[in-house]
Nanobody, 124 residues
């Protein structure tokens, strides 16, 4: 049984920083793509950043230069360093993983098999 658990969210002022963490348990060797999604209030879930098993990273245009995704291997923990936070970054942030590689479909939430419960980030 695979379980993903996020932590590190909180309330910060604009310009602040946070580091989100995602720990994984269970049979995590199957993960070839792990990433972070977020869901702002009243909006659809959107892809933020992903990292493939070989370490290749991809970011949404809206977070490039401010967010950094990292992990030691595909098993996690997975991190998301968020700098220069903006009010529009306010959202529930989710860790996600899947067996398929990230490739061109990385931002499609429906293609991820495993999800955490989310951690709230509020910027105001």
């Amino acid at each position: 049984h695979v379980q993903l658990v996020e932590s590190g969210g909180g309330s910060v002022q604009p310009g602040g920083s946070l580091r989100l963490s995602c720990t994984a348990s269970g049979y995590t060797n199957r993960f070839n793509c792990m990433g972070w999604f977020r869901q702002p209030p009243g909006k659809e879930r959107e892809g933020v950043a992903i990292i493939d098993r070989d370490g290749t990273t991809t970011y949404a245009d809206s977070v490039k230069g401010r967010f950094t995704i990292s992990n030691d291997n595909a098993k996690a923990p997975l991190y998301l360093q968020i700098n220069d936070l903006k009010p529009e970054d306010t959202a529930m942030y989710y860790c996600a993983a899947r067996a398929a590689s990230c490739a061109l479909t990385w931002a499609r939430a429906d293609l991820y098999n495993y999800w955490g419960q989310g951690t709230q980030v509020t910027v105001s």
